[in-house]
T-cell receptor
C-alpha cells in the first residue's frame, strides 16, 4: 500500500506567478484535504475534495483553487502569488465521508517560497 | 467555532523519562475526535493517537497515551520512556463530526527536545 505522495518537494516562485501542487492519495482513499502551514504555525485548512467535488473550504481567497481527479489524486492551484503564500503545503487523504472518524494520512508536503 | 490551545512552545525531557504535552480544546459539538501528530524536521505529519469524544477509556498506542479529561476539555499526550528520535514538533488537532466538513483544526504545536 503506497502512502500519500506530493510533488514537487520544493518550489521557488516570484510574486504574481501561478503555481500548481500535486498530491496522490493513499490507495483506497477518496477524500483529499489541503493544508497550509506557515513557519512556526500549525497547519490551516484550505479545502477538501470528496469524489471530485469540493466538500468544504477554509478561510482562503478564491485564488486558491483545486481539483480532484477520478483516481482521487488532487491539485492545488494558487494564482497571483503573494509573499505570504510562502509555506509548507500539506495534502492529506482519508477513507470515507467527510466528518467520519477516519484518520487523515499526510504527505511529506511541498515547500513553496515566493520571492 | 473550534479552537485548540497548546501552551508549551517548547519542552525539554531527559532520554528515558516520561513527558506530558498539554492540549486544551474548545468546541460546542457533542461528537468530535482528538488527534496528536508528530512532525519531524522533514515536514511530514505522522499520526500518533486518536481519542473519540464518546470513548470512555484513554487511548494508548505503544509509548503514547492520551490523557482525556472531557469536563476540562483537555487531551494531553503522554510519551513514556522518551527516545532521541522523539525530538520533533507535536501538534494536537480536533475534528467535529456530523457536519459536511471533516477538516482538522490544529494547535500551534510544541517543540519537544530529548536530551541524551
Amino acid at each position: 500500500e503506497t502512502g500519500v505522495t506530493q510533488s514537487p518537494t520544493h518550489l521557488i516562485k516570484t510574486r504574481g506567478q501561478q503555481v500548481t501542487l500535486r498530491c496522490s492519495s493513499q490507495s483506497g482513499h477518496n477524500t483529499v484535504s489541503w493544508y497550509q502551514q506557515a513557519l512556526g504555525q500549525g497547519p490551516q485548512f484550505i479545502f477538501q475534495y470528496y469524489r471530485e467535488e469540493e466538500n468544504g473550504r477554509g478561510n482562503f481567497p478564491p485564488r486558491f483553487s483545486g481539483l480532484q481527479f477520478p483516481n482521487y489524486s488532487s491539485e492545488l492551484n494558487v494564482n497571483a502569488l503573494e509573499l505570504d503564500d510562502s509555506a509548507l503545503y500539506l495534502c492529506a487523504s482519508s477513507r470515507g465521508l467527510a466528518g467520519s472518524s477516519y484518520e487523515q494520512y499526510f504527505g511529506p508536503g511541498t515547500r513553496l517560497t515566493v520571492t | 467555532a473550534q479552537k485548540i490551545t497548546q501552551t508549551q512552545p517548547g519542552m525539554f525531557v531527559q532520554e528515558k523519562e516520561a513527558v506530558t504535552l498539554d492540549c486544551t480544546y474548545d468546541t460546542s459539538d457533542q461528537s468530535y475526535g482528538l488527534f496528536w501528530y508528530k512532525q519531524p524536521s522533514s515536514g511530514e505529519m505522522i499520526f500518533l493517537i486518536y481519542q473519540g469524544s464518546y470513548d470512555e477509556q484513554n487511548a494508548t498506542e505503544g509509548r503514547y497515551s492520551l490523557n482525556f479529561q472531557k469536563a476540562r476539555k483537555s487531551a494531553n499526550l503522554v510519551i513514556s520512556a522518551s527516545q532521541l528520535g522523539d525530538s520533533a514538533m507535536y501538534f494536537c488537532a480536533m475534528r467535529a463530526y456530523g457536519g459536511s466538513q471533516g477538516n482538522l483544526i490544529f494547535g500551534k504545536g510544541t517543540k519537544l527536545s530529548v536530551k541524551p
